[in-house]
């Protein structure tokens, strides 16, 4: 599991000591406590106390909130990250220094965090974010990392007066070996939403629900054989908002691979980073079945390199016009691939 993570305009990594400074004067500014003055931190010891734990708890998990720093010059700017909270929970905590608010920082570090380790390496976790009433900003960067607001609650040290705050959750990540016959209307009708909006996932808008029906038999075939597994994204209310396969042989010298098949997201939920939350959770999956290589392929002019590129997916053949969307309309048939554990791939340049 990696302990630092890396986007355009930052650099995540662990807390150390020589950030207590940084922290307390974050922790301590007032601009950044408007929704809950009563949470500011004024006492040193409290909170350097307080860092300490967090450091503990990257020495205990490997994991926790991290210390963001702007990629250009190092600078620490704030803190973003995920830490165990109630039982089965992780928290989502994101806090930026004053000067940094309005860049869209927060919500790129956010989504770095929930991304590579909430999704990625803790399916079995719900992560929630607990937001002050009207804090909006802070609304927005939950909704753009994909939360969902389920309720409000009241918590410990929150003055009674203050009320209850937000609670928003991520949608949830599960790996799926059957396909009871309770998912299959829900699947089929977010493939022929998917479809219709025109998703690359095997048809055409407009194709019939039997044809779509047929192949998603087909899967289920494959599942109840042992050659494909599905991973599933649902929102907290249980509505189906993602689903992608991994498709394997058991030939012992591909048996090391897998191929990923009719991701989907729900086209009501786009630009929530939905897409970007389950293919990070397949890629876990995959991790824990033992996968060491994964490959997919995509249509041209679908603009989907670019977001598989941003998982780590590298671009390794391309047959000009393979697919014919129709008349006069020929695309291209990508292949991309990447090793599950990051590394670059090589190739061996034999003949």
């Known amino acids: 599991m990696p302990t630092v993570l890396r986007t355009p305009r930052l650099r995540l990594r662990p807390p150390t000591p020589a950030d207590d400074d940084f922290l307390f004067a974050l922790h301590s500014d007032p601009q950044l406590y408007a929704h809950a003055p009563w ?32 990629a250009q010059c190092g600078a620490p700017i704030g803190v973003a990250g995920v830490r165990r909270a109630a039982a089965g929970r992780l928290n989502l905590y994101y806090r930026f220094a004053a000067a940094t608010h309005g860049s869209g920082l927060g919500r790129e570090a956010a989504r770095a965090a929930v991304v590579a380790h909430a999704t990625e390496w ?10 002050r009433p009207d804090h909006w900003p802070s609304v927005r960067t939950a909704e753009a990392v994909g939360m969902v607001a389920v309720g409000e609650r009241q918590f410990d040290g ?60 087909e899967h289920a075939a494959e599942m109840t054989a042992g050659h494909a597994v599905a991973v599933s994204l649902t929102d907290p209310d249980g509505s189906l ?7 394997y042989t058991s030939n012992p ?7 990923l098949y009719r991701f989907m997201i ?11 939350t389950l293919l990070a959770g397949m890629i876990g999956a995959a991790r ?14 679908s603009g989907l390199g670019d977001f598989y590129a941003l998982a780590g997916f590298v671009e390794v053949g391309r047959i000009p016009g393979a697919i014919r969307v129709g008349p006069g309309d020929f695309r291209d048939d990508v292949t991309m691939a990447r090793r599950v554990d990051g590394s670059p791939l090589v190739y061996d340049g034999r003949h």
């Open 39 to 70: 949470a500011r931190t004024t006492d040193r010891a409290i909170s350097d106390a307080m860092t300490q734990l967090w450091r503990q708890h990257w020495r205990d998990e490997g994991f926790g909130y991290f210390i963001v720093e702007a």
């Open 241 to 247: 908002s993602g689903w992608g396969w991994w498709t």
């Open 253 to 259: 010298l591909l048996a090391h691979g897998r191929w």
């Open 158 to 217: 929150d003055p009674p007066e203050a009320g209850a705050s937000w609670v928003f959750e991520l949608p949830r990540i599960a790996r799926v070996d059957d396909l009871a016959a309770a998912l299959r209307e829900p699947l089929l009708d977010l493939w022929q939403r998917v479809t219709d909006a025109g998703g690359s996932v095997g048809f055409l808008p407009g194709a019939p629900r039997e044809r779509i029906a047929e192949a998603l038999a």
């Open 122 to 131: 803790f399916p079995q976790y719900v992560v929630e974010a607990v937001i």
């Open 266 to 276: 729900e086209p009501a939920r786009q630009g929530r980073h939905l897409g970007a």
């Open 288 to 301: 824990r079945d033992g996968a060491e290589l994964l490959e997919l392929g995509y249509r041209s002019g």
